[in-house]
């Protein structure tokens, strides 16, 4: 376990790293159009991160896809929630 860390904890440092900059931008931006817009960027990119990493392990299967895509989905429904409404 931990060896599997260590060898992707360059790509969990900048995915940490990537979301907290996304949600600092978000959490500034007054106007509705590019809080929209990152919404979604975000929730595109954690869907876009975790496929990479599965496909780069070899194990990416259509329920983790669908696993990812859900919980992306969740995340733009939350986040719509809280900084549009």
């Known amino acids: 376990m931990v060896g599997y860390f260590l060898k992707h904890v360059a790509q969990?440092?900048?995915?940490?790293?990537?979301?907290?900059?996304?949600?600092?931008?978000?959490?500034f931006t007054?106007?509705?159009?590019?809080?929209?817009?990152?919404?979604?960027?975000?929730s595109a990119g954690y869907l876009g991160y975790g496929t990479a990493h599965h496909q780069e392990e070899k194990n990416l299967n259509f329920s983790t896809l669908l696993e990812y895509l859900?919980?992306?989905?969740?995340?733009?429904?939350?986040?719509?929630?809280?900084f549009v409404r």
């Open 12 to 27: 969990f440092f900048l995915l940490i790293i990537a979301l907290s900059a996304a949600l600092f931008v978000l959490n």
């Open 30 to 42: 007054s106007d509705l159009f590019w809080r929209t817009t990152m919404i979604f960027a975000i």
């Open 70 to 82: 859900f919980i992306a989905l969740i995340a733009l429904i939350t986040l719509y929630a809280v």
